[in-house]
T-cell receptor, first 114, second 110 residues
Framework: SAVISQKPSRDICQRGTSLTIQCQVDSQVTMMFWYRQQPGQSLTLIATANQGSEATYESGFVIDKFPISRPNLTFSTLTVSNMSPEDSSIYLC???????????FGEGSRLTVL | GQNIDQPTEMTATEGAIVQINCTYQTSGFNGLFWYQQHAGEAPTFLSYNVLDGLEEKGRFSSFLSRSKGYSYLLLKELQMKDSASYLCAALPPGNTPLVFGKGTRLSVIA
């Protein structure tokens, strides 16, 4: 298994600002992903964080808005840039060990944009 | 593409049995996961089916029919703490991550 720590756990942000969310895994993992979960909704994949190279973004998400870093096999960051109230959501870091495809999740970062 | 359907909400009585259904239409399929998510918390793994049939784990069981694109999660002897959202997720082929359904919000009442 993998234990994933995210910070901040929650934040209130002003429109137009940017916030970086950090994700730390307690073991080296093959895959790391960032999901968004809007109120009452399921998880939507933002991107796959690739170690040492640019992230792979899903349709509707772009690097300028959600820059992602993954400098090593245990750490990744997601930045939400130039925030608007529509970005208010929970952002979840997840990791996979390979094999079955099971994902482990961090506790999430709840962002409120005013 | 991927399309996963599950009911939005269900209500069941403490001590009863409830079945949460999930249908999926995917271009390629490597397995079906169920996750539980309590309000304000991260999703946690419940079960994984890759072959047809029933997988039992304590009070929770999960069933898969690949030919029908259908799965269900069965919860027995319901407890109040089982009130949560239950997320069905399909695993596409390759290194593509899980694709989640919208989740079923289960309310257990006394």
């Amino acid at each position: 298994s993998a234990v994933i720590s995210q910070k901040p756990s929650r934040d209130i942000c002003q429109r137009g600002t940017s916030l970086t969310i950090q994700c730390q895994v307690d073991s080296q993992v093959t895959m790391m992903f960032w999901y968004r979960q809007q109120p009452g909704q399921s998880l939507t994949l933002i991107a796959t964080a690739n170690q040492g190279s640019e992230a792979t973004y899903e349709s509707g998400f772009v690097i300028d808005k959600f820059p992602i870093s993954r400098p090593n096999l245990t750490f990744s960051t997601l930045t939400v840039s130039n925030m608007s109230p529509e970005d208010s959501s929970i952002y979840l870091c997840s990791a996979g060990l390979g094999g079955t495809g099971e994902l482990f999740f961090g506790e999430g970062s709840r962002l409120t944009v005013l | 593409g991927q399309n996963i359907d599950q009911p939005t909400e269900m209500t069941a009585t403490e001590g009863a049995i409830v079945q949460i259904n999930c249908t999926y239409q995917t271009s390629g399929f490597n397995g079906l996961f169920w996750y539980q998510q309590h309000a304000g918390e991260a999703p946690t793994f419940l079960s994984y089916n890759v072959l047809d049939g029933l997988e039992e784990k304590g009070r929770f069981s999960s069933f898969l029919s690949r030919s029908k694109g259908y799965s269900y999660l069965l919860l027995k002897e319901l407890q109040m703490k089982d009130s949560a959202s239950y997320l069905c997720a399909a695993l596409p082929p390759g290194n593509t991550p899980l694709v989640f359904g919208k989740g079923t919000r289960l309310s257990v009442i006394a």
